[in-house]
């Protein structure tokens, strides 16, 4: 910014010594033509028209670079009062994001703390069960956290599905992280299909279902049509057939689980390139905000639940 604004300064510092200069060397080629006229000399007067021409187009080439500077100077001050209204802006945003982060600790309060500490204890004691032992709970733990991120959704809602699909349809799936970017794609399939969170939650536990059982049909198969469309549309052309077609397949239980993972994953470059142009809401912002709330809170709440788990070991005790 300072370059510029130098840049302007010396063009404007050398912009009238530059004029003053054209106005002199036109008064000198003035005062040739007039004495030659005066004199009735033969002058040769090709190089005085050569100059004139020459000045003509230093004139011309001065102005224009006056007005580009001009310009420059303009667009600067736009691009200064655009800063300073986006200064303004993203310090409302602040202001803003630090309001909900209150105003969601306020709220949780008490009672939430513990129901909380409760969820987490029971939900990474789910994880280990789970665990295919290519990396620690917490590294696991940090994955969904990851996965929730990049779907916008809450890691409490996230790990629960994760730890389901990798208790009851473990194989069905490679690994666990193959697990987490199966959950991932399905959240992101949900805001895209517009489901709402208790649609997302219904749907995600008769998929589960589907993938436990090896086979998608019933309630499972209307629930994926309805909230998931883009996964059906996926299935239909995985299958090389008709969506139209996928109510009978389902009914002959012929829509495996290996076919809706793999459909699922062939169009992940597709469901994230749409995903990311969905808008962010603001309760996406409240989950994201929600995630880093946890995880910075997360050696708490491990020991709000291990304070449960003493209580319970030493109860005669206490009693």
């Not at 299935?235 to 057939?241: C, T, V």
């Amino acid at each position: 910014m300072a370059t510029i604004r130098t840049a302007i300064q010396m063009h404007n510092g050398m912009t009238p010594a530059l004029k003053s200069m054209n106005t002199a060397l036109n008064m000198v080629l003035n005062s040739f033509e007039s004495l030659q006229h005066a004199s009735s000399t033969t002058i040769d007067t090709a190089s005085i028209q050569a100059a004139r021409g020459e000045l003509n187009k230093a004139e011309i080439a001065v102005n224009e670079v006056e007005q580009e500077i001009r310009e420059a100077a303009e667009a600067q001050q736009q691009l200064n009062d655009k800063m300073t209204q986006g200064s303004g802006a993203a310090a409302g945003l602040l202001r803003v994001v630090g309001r909900v982060a209150g105003a969601m600790g306020f709220a949780l309060g008490v009672k939430g703390i513990i129901n909380l500490s409760d969820t987490m204890t029971s939900t990474t004691a789910r994880l280990n069960l789970m665990n295919d032992g290519l990396q620690t709970t917490a590294e696991l733990q940090d994955m969904i956290f990851q996965s929730a991120d990049n779907a916008r959704a809450k890691y409490v809602d996230t790990a629960p599905a994760v730890s389901k699909l990798g208790i009851l349809a473990r194989d069905a799936f490679g690994s666990t992280e193959e697990i987490i970017a199966f959950a991932e794609q399905m959240n992101k399939q949900f805001i895209i299909g517009g489901s709402s969170v208790m649609e997302q939650t219904s749907a995600m536990h008769q998929l589960t279902q589907a993938m436990a059982a090896g086979r998608l049909q019933g309630d499972e198969f209307r629930s994926i049509m309805e909230n998931a469309p883009m996964l059906a549309q996926a299935i239909a052309d995985y299958m090389d057939l008709p969506v139209g077609k996928l109510k009978d397949m389902s009914r002959e239980g012929l829509i495996t689980s290996d076919i809706i993972k793999n459909a699922l994953f062939s169009v992940a470059d597709e469901t994230n390139a749409k995903f990311e142009e969905m808008p962010m809401t603001w309760a996406q912002v409240g989950n994201v905000v929600a995630n880093s709330m946890i995880r910075t809170f997360d050696p708490v709440i491990q020991g709000i639940g291990e304070g449960a788990q003493w209580v319970g070991e030493n109860w005669s005790s206490i009693q």
